[in-house]
Each structure stands twice: as structure tokens, then as C-alpha cells.
T-cell receptor, first 112, second 111 residues
Framework: GENVEQHPSTLSVQEGDSAVIKCTYSDSASNYFPWYKQELGKRPQLIIDIRSNVGEKKDQRIAVTLNKTAKHFSLHITETQPEDSAVYFC???????????FGTGTRLKVLA | EAQVTQNPRYLITVTGKKLTVTCSQNMNHEYMSWYRQDPGLGLRQIYYSMNVEVTDKGDVPEGYKVSRKEKRNFPLILESPSPNQTSLYFCATGWGRTEAFFGQGTRLTVV
């Protein structure tokens, strides 16, 4: 079955710098890749997603890139702010299913 | 206001005592799903439902049951809870949508 690996597990950046979180997936047929943000003690929130027919998607300071050949996708956050501090999860959904397989999460700390 | 409501928010129970965690949504979403969240393991999908009377197993379905008799409700049933089911549980709706929502979570402790 599908397996998703996420790196790094923790990431500290200075405010204003960029942060990049990378996920790799095993099932080449996976076709939907969402990213979630979970602040401490809160529920996960979908922040951006990408489908396999698109290579990149951007929403203000957040972007996601997908490399189908290498089977990896990445979350890019530019001009980081303290409120970006949270745990970020990637996920992949194998084609023909409505399953989600999640990565184990990245704890991002933005240092003021 | 769009809402996904889980009840209870906190529950401490004993091994073997059947329990149900309810989930209700007011967004008319066809897709609903249950996850458990454990430290170091992230989120793992338990069951999902594409519509009324249509359910399927996620990654970790053992020890759990679900039902989808109405579009708005998707209860999670633990017939005989065990300590390894102690976890934080989330219900969610809206697969593949930017407006996908999670419920507030249910913290379950089985002693």
C-alpha cells in the first residue's frame, strides 16, 4: 500500500526566512496531495492541495510543488511569521480510492 | 456557519465497555472520515464514507466500526475498547475540497 515519508520532523527558521518541508510517496498512482496545518491544541486545517496533473500551486506565501517522476512533493512557506509555527502534515491519496495516507508531521518553529 | 461537531470531547472509559463517538456536519458533504492521532505517528485514517450506506476501511480499521445511515452523521463505534485505542480522534468532511473541515477532536482514554 501507499507509504508517505515526511522530512524533517522538526524545523526552526528565523522570522522572514523560508521553510521547506518535503514528502515522498511510494504509490506512483497517487493523484491528490493535501497539506494540513495543526496549531497546538487545535484541529488540523487544510492549507493547500495539489493534484497530479499540476506541477505547482501557490497561495500567497504558501506554495506546493509536485515531482511525479521522483514521487515527492514539497511545501514552501516564504517570509515566515511567528503565526506559521505549527505542525504540518502532508498526505497522499491513491488513485481510485478516497483514502488518505499521512506523513508523520513536521514541527515548524519560527523564531522572532 | 460550517461545522463538524464531535461528541464527547473527552472520554475516559474501561476496557471492554462499548462506546460511540458521534460526528455531525451541516455542510451537506458526501465524504466523511475518521482519524486517530498519536504522538510520533501523525494522523492515521480509520474509516471513511463516500455517501450514505457507503463506507470503506482506511489504514487502521481494526477494532472500530462505523455506520452512515444519514448524510450528516458518521458515528465511530468501539465495540470492545482496549488501552491501545487511547488516542485523539478526529472526524472530518469534504474530501478533495479546499473547504475540508475537521471536528474539534475527541480525547479518549481506555484504562
Amino acid at each position: 500500500g501507499e507509504n508517505v515519508e515526511q522530512h524533517p520532523s522538526t524545523l526552526s527558521v528565523q522570522e522572514g526566512d523560508s521553510a521547506v518541508i518535503k514528502c515522498t510517496y511510494s504509490d506512483s498512482a497517487s493523484n491528490y496531495f493535501p497539506w494540513y496545518k495543526q496549531e497546538l491544541g487545535k484541529r488540523p486545517q487544510l492549507i493547500i492541495d495539489i493534484r497530479s496533473n499540476v506541477g505547482e500551486k501557490k497561495d500567497q506565501r504558501i506554495a506546493v510543488t509536485l515531482n511525479k517522476t521522483a514521487k515527492h512533493f514539497s511545501l514552501h512557506i516564504t517570509e515566515t511569521q511567528p503565526e506559521d509555527s505549527a505542525v504540518y502534515f502532508c498526505a497522499a491519496s491513491p488513485a481510485g480510492t478516497y483514502k488518505y495516507i499521512f506523513g508523520t508531521g513536521t514541527r515548524l518553529k519560527v523564531l522572532a | 456557519e460550517a461545522q463538524v461537531t464531535q461528541n464527547p470531547r473527552y472520554l475516559i472509559t474501561v476496557t471492554g465497555k462499548k462506546l460511540t463517538v458521534t460526528c455531525s456536519q451541516n455542510m451537506n458533504h458526501e465524504y466523511m472520515s475518521w482519524y486517530r492521532q498519536d504522538p510520533g505517528l501523525g494522523l492515521r485514517q480509520i474509516y471513511y464514507s463516500m455517501n450514505v450506506e457507503v463506507t470503506d476501511k482506511g489504514d487502521v480499521p481494526e477494532g472500530y466500526k462505523v455506520s452512515r445511515k444519514e448524510k450528516r452523521n458518521f458515528p465511530l463505534i468501539l465495540e470492545s475498547p482496549s488501552p491501545n485505542q487511547t488516542s485523539l480522534y478526529f472526524c472530518a468532511t469534504g474530501w478533495g475540497r479546499t473547504e475540508a473541515f475537521f471536528g474539534q477532536g475527541t480525547r479518549l482514554t481506555v484504562v
